[in-house]
């Protein structure tokens, strides 16, 4: 026997879990296998759809109007403009937190290192901090968290043009961490306010980290801390420093590990978890049974290989970094069901001498047909059970356009859809 | 262009390096840096590491200690300090490293995590810590709770009370550092192996399975069998999961058999007590490997064992049969799961006796790399008569001989503290989980009863 289900998703990122959503809410008997955690818990939080064109051109002010002018093989021209639409509203649905489905337009998300990113959703914590609003800010830095240096944040904005003042500051967080304390510790002591020494007395640590930053504020109005406020109790967090401040609070999406992913991660898996789909995650599918049609995959559990089967399969294994797909010398791979992946014969024509230039493996990844499903080199059909969604999937640079999520919720939402009906 | 077009004909030097056109021709020599290495090799893991630092945000121990540097740096980065610094000693905080596990499950790069942290435990109590201090020897009878278990069991009555004794526990924290604040578990007064002899064994088991497969109307002599690894814990302890998991498997067809076996060594690969474990892993693997010969599969109740035979002994012992074992091993549930209509059959089930509850379930963190935190409350979600939630992806807090360390109780609960809260806050007041430690945390913790799933499909199914 096998562990059976209508739709198996492989792959546990955006698009899988977003698939997945797809399907157990249209009603199918739906699974989700991922050979590790998610690695939402490595993304900024940020949902884009679309900040810059494939020339490069941009910022984008409505991502929607730009896409119908993308490419011919770009997945969303794949999928087609009112399908990421209604993507973006399923994820509305369920990411209540989130933000910007009020408009097509961009929102305007500073990061980390200061530059302003275009972007259709953003988490409510970072809400205060958008830089289309003209209200000053002090940006708070951490003196051990060097992956935020406030002041070079601040003056990054500043020469970017934002209509208001930005200052950074640099505070100590109270209490004795070590320097290189991790995200979660920093979280931890906030969500639960558990005390911190502070010259020999017991604070908590909410208050303690208020009392840092007050002497150093010049009545700006609005306060951004690099996002380490609080896990499951992130809103609590943000409230009572902004009550405690005087200021609203908010929080700049930070590179990994990122709280932000972190939160969207458990959001996410709560809602396929409630919309009643089966999930598995810890081990790889390595290996699959079927000519036309896939019968059946295998997980590998240290040399048992346990059989899962489903009537069709979403593949959203991710692409050149979450492995879905794979190089050697020889060549550029799907490591799973071998699809396909169109790339010059010769591995030197695969990159651009210049570190920004046009990369030709930024694209690579498989090629569909209207449906998602990937093509051979013949362009027939590999599997007719099979769809491929989000990053595994050709014809676009995520990195450049800034449509990485876009293109996951979108590709992830038709898959988990198409799946659902032929089910 | 590509190299193999064209090799270099000049081994290009250090200042005109062309990092687009690297040396990589034929004529390319590969230089050793590091000498073949006749114990365990971790360079190709730790080269995978890209230091994201994901495998942080993972850790129990660092969200709660502010001494604990990480996993990244027990496991990558103290790997490469060893290899570039002759004098480097394995840094004393590995011990403060629980062995979750959860690492592993985390690192996006396949960066055997567990395994680094288990070799440079294992290196550090070899040859740094003394042999005469307390702390080893506290840390050798923790790890080596077979023997004690198989001493208290000659007389459980006696051994209840003694270990339970306030002066004898006052003087065990004191002179061992062993809490006084947890509770010993019962030992119960027939262990399962007498139990099992007592129901002629496998014989016995033959005639059951036999007799249950024509019921069933499958082949009589279906070939439906498999070898139980108990562990210490259902033997000596609850050993009701242990009869529980065999009344189950018979009910499905299967004969058992209970081989001879020891620890699994899940707690001295905790304490770096590595020659000890391969000790029993020696007796473990040979036993099994001869039955899995004659088509059996190893069967595990404790998600902890399963995980050893699974992946601890291949990752640290080279014994003969070692990959043949971890590739027919499997936790209770999961088998069932694979070759059995299981779902179908709870399905149609229904709970109407004391087991009619609301359970709070934990995942054990040995659970999660083996993929199997979320099947329990998946299976019995359909279960008429039982409610069961999920408490949330934390660790318990106890790790096993971790939450018994006196200098490490306070941490224990810290880090257990919100599964205590999910505990409370949801529905009921029975707790399950497969890991016997895991279930003594929960029980120490909120004072709720703690059931096995096992003995969960038992009262659903079983007559």
Known sequence: MAIESDVLVIGGGLAGLTSALAAARAGADTRLVSYKQSTLRNASGLIDVLGYTSDGEGPLADPYAAIPDLPEEHPYRTVGVDTVRTAMSAFDDAVPSYRGGHTDRNALVPTHGGTVKPTARYPDSAADGLASDDRDVALVGLESMTDFDARRAAAHLEAAGVPFDVRGITVRFPGDLRPDAKVTRYAKLLDADEEVSVRGRRRPARAALAERVNPELRGEPRVGFPAILGDDEATAVREELSERLGAAVFEVPMGPPSLPGLRLEDRLFAALSEAGASIETGNPVTEFDGEDRIEQVYIEKNGAKIPNSAEQYVLATGGLVGKGVESDREGVYEPIFDCHVAHPEDRYDWFDTDVFGDHEFAGFGVRTDEQLRPLDAGGTVEFENLRAAGSVLGGYDFAAEKSGSGVSIATGYDAGTNAASES | ?463
């Open chain 2, 1 to 463: 262009m590509s190299d193999a077009d064209s090799p270099p004909t000049d081994a290009p030097s250090d200042d005109s390096f062309e990092p687009v056109e690297p040396n990589t021709g034929e004529e390319f020599e590969p230089v050793d840096v590091f000498p073949d290495s006749e114990d365990f090799d971790l360079r190709p893991g730790a080269d995978s590491c890209y230091k994201c630092s994901t495998c942080d945000t993972n850790c129990p121990v660092a969200e709660v200690d502010d001494e604990f540097p990480g996993p990244k740096f027990q496991g990558p980065e103290q790997w490469r300090l060893k290899q570039t610094d002759d004098d480097h000693t394995v840094d004393d905080s590995i011990m403060d490293c629980s062995n979750c596990m959860r690492c592993d499950n985390a690192c996006p790069s396949g960066v055997p995590l567990s395994q680094m942290h288990n070799t440079a435990r294992g290196e550090y109590v070899s040859q740094e810590m003394s042999k005469t201090s307390v702390e080893y020897w506290r840390n050798r009878i923790l790890s080596n709770y077979r023997t004690s278990a198989w001493l208290a069991s000659k007389l459980p009555r006696v051994a209840n009370f003694a270990m339970n004794f306030g002066p004898a526990r006052w003087l065990m924290e004191k002179t061992m550092g062993v809490t006084k604040e947890r509770e010993f578990p019962e030992f119960a007064r027939q262990t399962f192996r007498e139990w099992w002899a007592s129901e002629g064994g496998a014989a016995g088991s033959r005639e059951r399975a036999r007799e249950r497969r024509e019921r069933r109307g499958d082949p009589v002599d279906a070939d439906k069998k498999i070898a139980y690894f108990h562990g210490c814990y259902s033997n000596y302890n609850t050993p009701e999961v242990a009869k529980a998991l065999v009344r189950v498997y018979e009910h499905f067809g299967y004969e058992i058999v209970v081989p001879d076996q020891k620890c699994s060594g899940t707690p001295m690969f905790a304490n770096g007590m590595l020659a000890d474990a391969r000790r029993h892993a020696e007796v473990n693997i040979s036993s099994m490997a001869d039955l899995i010969e004659e088509g059996y599969d190893a069967i595990a109740s404790c998600t902890s064992c399963s995980m050893a035979l699974r992946q601890e002994y291949p990752e640290l012992f080279d014994i003969e049969g070692v990959d043949d074992v971890a590739a027919h091993t499997f936790e209770s549930v999961e088998y069932l799961r694979i070759h059995e209509d299981l779902k179908g059959a709870v399905q149609a089930a229904e709970i109407d006796d004391d087991l009619a509850e609301e359970f709070a379930y934990h995942a054990p963190c040995h659970a999660r790399n083996q993929g199997l935190d979320r099947q329990a409350v998946e299976l019995f979600g359909d279960l008429d008569g039982v409610g069961i939630e999920d408490v949330g992806d934390s660790c318990s807090g106890i790790s096993g001989t971790y939450g018994w360390k006196a200098e490490k109780y306070e941490k224990s609960m810290q880090i257990g503290e919100e599964m205590f809260e999910h505990m409370e806050a949801a529905d009921g007041e029975v707790g399950m989980t497969e890991c016997p430690t895991c279930a003594m945390q929960m029980e120490h913790g909120t004072g709720y009863e703690i059931r096995h799933p096992m003995e969960l499909l038992e009262a659903a199914l079983v007559d």
